[in-house]
T-cell receptor
Framework: EPEVTQTPSHQVTQMGQEVILRCVPISNHLYFYWYRQILGQKVEFLVSFYNNEISEKSEIFDDQFSVERPDGSNFTLKIRSTKLEDSAMYFC????????????FGPGTRLTVT | AQTVTQSQPEMSVQEAETVTLSCTYDTSESDYYLFWYKQPPSRQMILVIRQEAYKQQNATENRFSVNFQKAAKSFSLKISDSQLGDAAMYFCAYRRFQGAQKLVFGQGTRLTINP
């Protein structure tokens, strides 16, 4: 069964460093998302991406964040200068299209900023 | 803005018994989707069940069923014949019917199954 994959599973970085989190969505899906979950808190939407551009973003997704689909398979989230409060689990998700109700989630990347 | 509230941070149930998890939401829209996602210790989010707001019939998936009360903006999940593998965090989520695709999640309910 096709699935969303994410790498790495755990990333440790120092405050101020840049990190890139990678996701491979399901191959025929057209909509891509990033969510984050700070430990013990609810899952929060960051950004959605369609047709090579951002379709929606939350207030969390400020200038320090960017997303890219550099090729036909990968979908990346970059944090330019990490802060301690960026420590969280980051989930990538994908869905088939605008009428598709189900978003398929990847296993997540745990980001620890020290 | 839409909000989702889960008022039970933790619930526990005896194996083989039935448990109901509560969820309320707030929206001004008439058409939308509601979901229950399961997050086991492995942390991956798994869709358990969905409900389209325009459908009056409550959704069911094997041992999982919902009680959707549109006027009350309530969407509870009932798990029958609870199994040890049901132990997880359960998140209620809302999505608009058209337009923005983002999921709005509740705070989650941690379900423990007692053998």
């Amino acid at each position: 069964e096709p699935e969303v994959t994410q790498t790495p599973s755990h990333q440790v970085t120092q405050m101020g460093q840049e990190v890139i989190l990678r996701c491979v969505p399901i191959s025929n899906h057209l909509y891509f998302y990033w969510y984050r979950q700070i430990l013990g808190q609810k899952v929060e939407f960051l950004v959605s991406f369609y047709n090579n551009e951002i379709s929606e973003k939350s207030e969390i997704f400020d200038d320090q964040f960017s997303v890219e689909r550099p090729d036909g398979s990968n979908f990346t989230l970059k944090i330019r200068s990490t802060k301690l409060e960026d420590s969280a689990m980051y989930f990538c998700a994908s869905s088939e299209g605008p009428l598709s109700y189900e978003q398929y989630f990847g296993p997540g990347t745990r980001l620890t900023v020290t | 803005a839409q909000t989702v509230t889960q008022s039970q941070p933790e619930m526990s149930v005896q194996e083989a018994e039935t448990v109901t998890l509560s969820c309320t939401y707030d929206t001004s829209e008439s058409d939308y989707y509601l979901f229950w996602y399961k997050q086991p210790p492995s942390r991956q989010m798994i869709l358990v069940i969905r409900q389209e707001a325009y459908k009056q019939q409550n959704a069911t998936e094997n041992r999982f069923s919902v009680n959707f009360q549109k006027a009350a903006k309530s969407f509870s999940l009932k798990i029958s014949d609870s199994q040890l593998g049901d132990a997880a965090m359960y998140f209620c989520a809302y999505r608009r019917f058209q337009g923005a695709q983002k999921l709005v999640f509740g705070q989650g309910t941690r379900l423990t199954i007692n053998p």
